[in-house]
């Protein structure tokens, strides 16, 4: 059974190092659609890692609602703000002032 | 980081807030290791209770059961951050721009099949993993794919209809809470024999007020009727 | 040291890290994204310190206690980010309209 430990030695420090990664990659992203679809993958190592640690309820919550739900909030926001700016650098290009 | 954020702080106060936080990282590690390697914490008196509380998923019994009250809670916050979004202003116009094919055959096979998942996953809540919470996200991962295909509810669904769901999780609740109080003088204390059908019928309400309104805080701001 | 510590440790990192970049940058949705990561950092070392119970399953009420907060954590940051927009719309950029900081 030593390698049993061994194995899931392995697992659970590359789990721990792709979250810290990930995390550090995706909050540190010049760009924000990357950083958003980073974040999105870190949330499902999370969901790893809480079938790790013997959770697996809220492995199946983090992965709908940390990952799915989230992401798809961000990035609805993020779709929203680029077309707000649009809209905004548009209004001053041409000079004129929206109320 | 991007070129403009580092324009705006000084590199040394950058340092500093690193060194800084390295000294509060370590300051966590050290309180973290150095605490028991055994903690019995409340698994036993959990385990304990078991049989009393209707279900035999301990999750499930701390979440509706032992502590019900902190779901309850948790409940009025969903509604209140979407009254908050609401407050905010109207949702952005409907764009009718057609979809690809691609995302409506998916949409085709993948609505029902998370319909039926939800389902399941609420059935199933009570003895394995899964429950309410678990159940309305995928229900509000349906309905998310259904806007994004834009298809949005008729227009007589989005007034009444929609409020009576958002409301219908807390309100069972509530209603559960005052009636059981009425009968028993103590608020959500289900009694042995009906604990497992009112978790049920507790878990069902919140599972379709969950999923709605996590929908309806993607649509970001209150469907306007008028468009 | 075992798996448990290893997570918790893993959670104090990410709260740190979500820290710096809270502090640190100025654009609203990374600060939304680094106090998710916080977040996620602190339920793991709750889940992680409940597994210390003795006996073969872990303690429920950490359990619990983090799926409320996976909840709540995501209803604050639909509530964010409609904050953010409105921000971007009265101001015309998405960052807190601060003085630069030398």
């Known amino acids: 059974m030593e390698t049993m430990t061994v194995l899931q030695w392995l697992l659970d420090g590359m789990l721990v190092l792709a ?81 | 980081m991007s070129v403009t954020d580092r324009s705006r702080l000084s590199l040394m106060f950058r340092r500093v807030l690193l060194l800084l936080l390295l000294v509060l990282a370590g300051g966590l590690a050290y309180a973290v290791l150095s605490l028991p390697d055994q903690a019995v914490g409340l698994s036993d008196r959990v385990r304990a209770s ?17 502590r019900g009250y902190d779901t309850l809670l948790e409940m009025a916050v969903l509604l209140v951050a979407l009254l908050g979004v609401w407050s905010l202003g109207a949702a952005a116009a409907h764009r009718t721009v057609d979809p690809e094919s691609v995302l409506l055959s998916l949409v085709g096979v993948l609505v029902p099949m998370m319909l039926l998942m939800a389902g399941y996953l609420l059935w199933v809540g009570a003895a394995a993993p899964g429950g309410a919470f678990q159940a309305g996200s995928v229900l509000a991962a349906a309905g998310i794919l259904l806007l994004l295909t834009c298809k949005r509810p008729p227009v007589r669904l989005l007034g009444w209809p929609l409020r009576l769901v958002l409301v219908l ?3 069972a609740f509530v209603a559960v809470g005052v009636t059981l109080m009425s009968a028993n003088g103590a608020f959500l204390q289900y ?37 | 040291m075992n798996s448990i510590l290893l997570y918790a440790l893993a959670g104090v990192g990410l709260f740190t890290l979500g820290l710096y970049a809270l502090i640190v940058h100025a654009h609203l949705l990374r600060k939304i994204l680094a106090i998710n990561v916080m977040g996620s950092g602190v339920f793991l070392v709750l889940v992680a310190l409940g597994g210390r119970s003795p006996g073969a399953s872990p303690d429920p009420v950490p359990h619990a206690m983090v799926i409320t907060g996976i909840v709540v954590a995501i209803s604050a940051t639909a509530l964010a980010l409609a904050l953010m927009l409105r921000v971007q719309a009265k101001t015309g950029r998405p960052r807190l309209p601060e003085e630069r900081l030398e």
């Open chain 1, 19 to 99: 979250l810290l990664w990930l995390a550090w990659r995706a909050l540190s992203s010049p760009d924000l659609f990357t950083a958003i679809v980073l974040f999105v993958a870190f949330g499902l190592m999370m969901a790893l890692a809480w079938v790790r640690l013997q959770a697996p309820d809220i492995a199946l919550a983090e992965a709908a609602i940390g990952a799915g739900l989230t992401g798809a909030l961000l990035l609805a926001a993020l779709a929203r703000s680029n077309d707000l700016a649009d809209r905004i650098n548009d209004d001053q290009t041409v000079g004129t002032e929206k109320k």
């Open chain 2, 191 to 227: 009694p042995n024999s009906l604990a497992g059908g009112l978790i049920l019928f507790i878990e069902a309400a919140a599972t379709l007020s969950i999923g709605v309104t996590l929908a309806a805080l993607f649509l970001g701001g209150w469907p306007d009727l008028d468009v």
């Open chain 2, 169 to 171: 999780g807390l309100g």
């Open chain 2, 50 to 66: 078991m049989e009393t509380s209707g279900v035999s998923n301990p999750v499930t019994a701390v979440l509706l059961n032992f």
